[in-house]
C-alpha cells in the first residue's frame, strides 16, 4: 500500500510524461508503443467492464490490497466491486480526452483527461476528472493497484 502511494506521489509530483491522444474506442496511436498500449487497452477493457458489471473480469484486474479513491473517499477491492456490481453507483462510460502513461520498473502509471458519465439515484451525471490508474505486473500479468479519481474545474465537454 505505501508503496503505491509513494509511486503515485512520485508520478504526479515529479515524472515528465509524454502523451497519447486518443479518445474511445480506439485508443492506440502511432506514437505508443506495444506497452502503452497494452495498458491503454487494459485500461479501456477496464471502463467497459465497470460499466457492463462484469465484476468476474474485475476481479481478475483488481489487485486483493488495490485502493480507490472518489469525491466520496476511499476503499478497497470488495466495496468497489459491490458498488459496481449493486448498481449505487452505476458507470456507463468514460469519455477519454487524453491518457498517458509512464513505466517505474515494473509499475505503469497512466493518467487518463475523462468526463465520466454515470447514473447516480436514477439521474445521469457527467463529470471531468483526472484519472489515475497504477498497474503492476506480477507473474507476467498486470494488476490494478489503485483508481483515483480527481474532479477537474473546467466545463464537461459535450458531444
Known sequence: MKKVIIVMFLCIASVQLSYAQAKLPNFTTTNTTKSEQEILQL???KWRWMADKTVDSLKVLFDEKSVFVHMGGSWGKEQELS???SGRIHYKKAEVYSAAVNF???TAILLND???VAVVGGNEVINPFMVTEVYIKENGKWKMGSLTFSRLSRPVKME
Open 114 to 116: 475523462i468526463d465520466l
Open 104 to 106: 517505474i520498473g515494473n
Open 83 to 85: 458498488v459496481i456490481e
Open 43 to 45: 485500461s479501456q477493457d
